[in-house]
């Protein structure tokens, strides 16, 4: 019985298997590049942040609002130092920036969106969920304004001292501002769940604004020596506060921050003035006359062009 065609031998199987160890094979797996530790550091606190931040959905949902609250404040404060860490070890990338965005979307707009709802929101029905989503979308307009934002190379230096409208994080912790009061032990209140629903919508405004926020990125850099051991204890006494009396100073810093927010748009409009006065006696300094060259060959004669 003669064997079908493609059961027959061949010469080409003579030929030898291709190694796969061959440097000059191209079929060889591909060897892992190594990347240095100063980079996976900062992604890694971020990735802790994304846990505190889902985690507090998922504790929201169950009542236990307050260990919710600890998840957003925890991922808030690995949000303020995994950037620091990154520049300060030089390990910042493409990769981190986008994955920080991610997480701050998740961590600043859709998990204090859902706290709300789970909490007073939900009374309001199909309005307290329409409430809770638009302040996530807010939160996620915001952070895609401030990476395009990043990239624009006619924004003035001095602009880096401010957000353009109030930051995701910030404007997390003051949205549950609302929750903060019912905790208080001093004086329980009990909000409206309309007023609620009024004041989130505001804070996912203020994100999505114009207005300009003093920014805290270029500050803490630098320490003179003689203010280490103070900046020591400082820290360490503003953390002991927070974990004994957290509801009294989530509270006084929600406030705060509110209240400092006029604050930033006066400083703001004082560099603006500042600018306008200089490119307005700019050419004053340069000289009030500069010559252009001749139109044409024929035109040898050099005219004065006044700059007014």
Same mark, same amino acid.
């Given at each position: 019985?003669a ?52 985690? $507090? ?10 260990? /919710? ?5 925890? $991922? $808030? ?16 990338? %493409? ?5 920080? *965005? ?5 961590n ?23 409430? $809770? ?8 307009? %915001?952070?895609?304004?401030? @990476? ?5 190379? @006619? %924004?003035?230096?001095?602009?880096? @001292? ?5 930051? +995701? ?16 032990s001093?004086?329980?209140? *009990? ?17 999505v *604004? ?12 630098r ?13 360490? +006494? ?15 810093? *929600? ?23 200089? /490119? ?14 001749? /139109?044409?060959?024929?035109d %040898? ?6 700059? @007014?």
């Amino acid at each position: 019985m003669a064997l079908p065609e493609s059961c027959r031998y061949s010469p080409a199987m003579r030929e030898p298997l291709p190694r796969l160890f061959d440097p000059e094979n191209p079929f060889r797996p591909r060897r892992f590049r190594l990347i240095p530790v100063r980079t996976l550091l900062p992604n890694l606190i971020t990735l802790l942040a994304l846990c505190a931040g889902l985690t $507090a959905i998922r504790l929201a949902a169950e009542g236990r609002f307050e260990w /919710a609250l600890a998840g957003v404040v925890a $991922a $808030a404060l690995l949000d303020g130092i995994d950037g620091r860490i990154a520049r300060m070890m030089k390990g910042t990338s %493409r990769f981190g920036a986008e994955l920080d *965005s991610l997480a701050d979307f998740v961590n600043f707009g859709v998990t204090p969106g859902l706290i709300l709802y789970f909490w007073e929101l939900h009374e309001l029905k199909s309005a307290g969920w329409i409430a $809770a989503m638009v302040f996530a979308i807010c939160a996620g307009l %915001r952070l895609a304004r401030f @990476n395009v934002m990043l990239d624009d190379p @006619n %924004r003035p230096a001095w602009a880096a @001292n401010f957000f353009v409208g109030m930051p +995701a994080p910030a404007g997390a912790i003051c949205a549950l501002l609302p929750i903060y009061l019912q905790f208080l032990s001093f004086q329980p209140i *009990s909000v409206p769940p309309v007023l609620t629903f009024i004041y989130t919508l505001v804070i996912g405004g203020l994100m999505v *604004s114009r207005l300009p926020v003093f920014s805290g990125k270029k500050m803490g850099t630098r320490v003179p020596s003689e203010m280490v051991l103070p900046a020591f204890v400082l820290a360490v +006494a503003l953390f002991a506060l927070l974990v004994s009396y957290p509801w009294e100073m989530l509270t006084l810093a *929600s406030v705060a921050f509110l209240v400092t927010l006029p604050l930033g748009w006066l400083s703001y409009q004082r560099h603006l003035r500042a600018d306008v006065r200089a /490119a307005a006696a700019a050419p004053q300094a340069e000289g009030d006359v500069r010559y252009t060259p001749p /139109a044409s060959a024929d035109d %040898r004669t050099e005219r004065p062009t006044r700059l @007014n």
